[in-house]
């Protein structure tokens, strides 16, 4: 008897305008134990208020670029930046719950220190809903999104909020550019995917 698991490639498509509510969702749930958003939003009713806020504000963008993207059926969500997007600072900072502004700015100050200053796609972010992982769904998202990369011969970025994910995103190519260590906030990692 094989007790191989095998998986069909997952699907991978883009997020209607229309449907970046459902995208909002599953990343909140892929976001519940994250050590840098949790420390963001340590009250639970205000992370399940404010983060979906955090999601439109930092990656909404993506929405309107046309460039979110799912994989199967929502199982999982990416908000890529194309080269030339910027993000909505205020409505980033509109976002952030009140008393910490300095801590949250000294962490936004880091993370611009190593975004790349040449052309670039910039993932935000990047989920999969916790009840559907070990899947290979995070990385046909970022696979989706790579490919086009490598087509253009354009760098990649992110910022890994989670240690754990780092592996998955060196299989895929982006090197650790190194650490934001900031007052009481867990650690952020730059990493870069250069162009190819």
């Known amino acids: 008897m094989n ?3 095998s998986f069909a490639t997952p699907i991978v498509g883009a997020i209607a305008p229309a449907d970046a509510e459902r995208a909002v969702a599953v990343l909140t749930l892929a976001f519940v134990a994250d050590p840098v958003t949790r420390w963001t939003y340590p009250d639970p009713a205000q992370y399940l208020t404010q983060f979906p806020i955090l999601v439109r504000a930092f990656g909404g963008g993506a929405f309107t670029e046309g ?5 199967e059926d929502y199982a999982g969500a990416a908000l890529w930046l194309p080269p030339g997007k910027e993000l909505d600072h205020a409505a980033i900072e509109a976002s952030l719950p009140p008393g910490r502004e300095g801590e949250f700015a000294a962490v936004f100050e880091g993370m611009a220190s190593y975004h790349p200053q040449e052309p670039h ?6 989920g999969v809903d ?3 992982h070990r899947n290979g769904y995070g990385a046909a998202l970022l696979q989706d999104t790579l490919r086009r990369c490598d087509q253009d011969h354009v760098a990649a970025y992110l910022e890994s909020t989670n240690p754990a994910n780092i592996p998955l995103y060196q299989g895929h190519g982006f090197q650790l550019r190194g650490t934001i260590q900031v007052g009481s906030a867990p650690p952020l990692f730059p990493m870069l995917r250069p162009a190819r």
């Open 130 to 132: 916790p009840a559907r």
């Open 121 to 126: 796609w910039y993932l935000p972010l990047i």
């Open 3 to 5: 007790r191989t698991k």
């Open 67 to 71: 460039t979110a993207r799912h994989v």
